[in-house]
């Protein structure tokens, strides 16, 4: 089994900058996409980014230019760098991997999310 744990969150004033990341432990299995998501109080929870194993992006429009999704395949390690950080970013994120068995068969596993909270 899967386990992915959450880091980084926290308390910052607009404009400041946090670094979220995501680890993945286990056996037997691969990552092909990661990806965090957030999700604020009485919201639907929304896609903020992802990142393939290649490294291809993907990225909300609302965070373009603000966040950068990286991540560490030798770690099985997904980062979320967050700059000019708004309220309007406040929820808490979630991490997100397609994960893959040895065997073959993939599933989707969460983190248990990580509190960030912005303010003016």
């Known amino acids: 089994q899967v386990q992915l744990v959450e880091s980084g969150g926290g308390l910052v004033q607009a404009g400041g900058s946090l670094r979220l990341s995501c680890a993945a432990t286990g056996s037997a299995f691969s990552i092909n996409v990661m990806g965090w998501y957030r999700q604020a109080p009485g919201q639907q929870r929304e896609l903020v980014a992802t990142?393939?194993?290649?490294?291809?992006?993907n990225y909300a429009d609302s965070v373009k230019g603000r966040f950068t999704i990286s991540r560490d395949n030798a770690k099985n390690t997904v980062y979320l760098q967050m700059n000019s950080l708004k309220p309007e970013d406040t929820a808490v994120y979630y991490c997100n991997a397609a994960i893959r068995r040895s065997w073959g068969s993939s599933y989707s596993s969460w983190g248990q999310g990580t509190q960030v909270t912005v303010s003016s």
């Open positions: 990142i393939t194993s290649s490294g291809s992006t």
